[in-house]
T-cell receptor, first 114, second 115 residues
Framework: AQSVTQLDSQVPVFEEAPVELRCNYS??????LFWYVQYPNQGLQLLLK??????LVKGINGFEAEFNKSQTSFHLRKPSVHISDTAEYFC????????????FGPGTRLSVLP | ETGVTQTPRHLVMGMTNKKSLKCEQH?????MYWYKQSAKKPLELMFV???????ENNSVPSRFSPECPNSSHLFLHLHTLQPEDSALYLC??????????????FGSGTRLTVV
C-alpha cells in the first residue's frame, strides 16, 4: 500500500520569494503522482501530475514539480509566489493499476506574506 | 467551475433531521467518490462508485447512505447525524479505463454544520 508524507504542515513565505513544498511517498511499485491546491472554502483543484516521461512536470499558476524515484519524492516549487497562492496544497499518489484509489498527504498550508 | 457541481454549498441541520447532498458531473467520467474533510485531519475517503456500483465503503457509519442512480449523479443521504460529522464533504469524479488515469476532478464541496 502507498502512503504520502508532507513534512511541513505550514510554510510561511514572503511575496516574490521562492517556495518548495515537500512530498515523499512510499510504494513498492510504480505510481502516479499529483499535486492539488485548495483555496479557502473551495474544493481541490489539480495543479499538476506525473504519469510517465520527463521527471520535471510543469503545472498551472507557475508551479512545477520534480519526480525523483531514488528519493521517492515529488516536491512542488515556484520561483516567485504571490499573495493569491495562499492555500492548502495536497500531494497524492496512486498505484498504476485500475481501481486503486488515491492516497492523499495531510496537506501543507502555504501562507504568502506581504 | 470544474465540471463537478455540488449542492447545497452550505447546510445546517439538526441531529434529528434528514437531508441529502447532491453531486453531478458532466465530464463523462465512470467513477465517483465522496470524501470528508474535517479541520486538521487528512482527507477521508468515504465511498467509491465505479460504473454506478459501490466498490468501497471505508467503515462509514450507517447514518451516511450513498446513492448513485446513474454515472452522472451521486447523493449522500444524511440522518441522525452527530456534531462531529460537521465537515466539508467533497465529491469527485474520475475516468478509470484500465491503464489510463488522469486524476480526480473535485467539486467545491458542501460545508455541513450539525447543531
Amino acid at each position: 500500500a502507498q502512503s504520502v508524507t508532507q513534512l511541513d504542515s505550514q510554510v510561511p513565505v514572503f511575496e516574490e520569494a521562492p517556495v518548495e513544498l515537500r512530498c515523499n511517498y512510499s510504494s513498492s511499485v510504480s505510481v502516479y503522482l499529483f499535486w492539488y491546491v485548495q483555496y479557502p472554502n473551495q474544493g481541490l483543484q489539480l495543479l499538476l501530475k506525473y504519469l510517465s516521461g520527463s521527471t520535471l512536470v510543469k503545472g498551472i499558476n507557475g508551479f512545477e514539480a520534480e519526480f525523483n524515484k531514488s528519493q521517492t519524492s515529488f516536491h512542488l516549487r515556484k520561483p516567485s509566489v504571490h499573495i493569491s497562492d495562499t492555500a492548502e496544497y495536497f500531494c497524492a499518489v496512486m498505484g498504476p493499476n485500475y481501481g486503486q484509489n488515491f492516497v492523499f498527504g495531510p496537506g501543507t498550508r502555504l501562507s504568502v506574506l506581504p | 467551475e470544474t465540471g463537478v457541481t455540488q449542492t447545497p454549498r452550505h447546510l445546517v441541520m439538526g441531529m434529528t433531521n434528514k437531508k441529502s447532498l447532491k453531486c453531478e458531473q458532466h465530464l463523462g467520467h465512470n467513477a465517483m467518490y465522496w470524501y470528508k474533510q474535517s479541520a486538521k485531519k487528512p482527507l477521508e475517503l468515504m465511498f467509491v462508485y465505479n460504473f454506478k456500483e459501490q466498490t468501497e465503503n471505508n467503515s462509514v457509519p450507517s447514518r451516511f447512505s450513498p446513492e448513485c442512480p446513474n454515472s452522472s449523479h451521486l447523493f449522500l443521504h444524511l440522518h441522525t447525524l452527530q456534531p462531529e460529522d460537521s465537515a466539508l464533504y467533497l465529491c469527485a469524479s474520475s475516468q478509470n479505463t484500465g491503464r489510463d488515469f488522469y486524476g480526480y476532478t473535485f467539486g467545491s464541496g458542501t460545508r455541513l454544520t450539525v447543531v
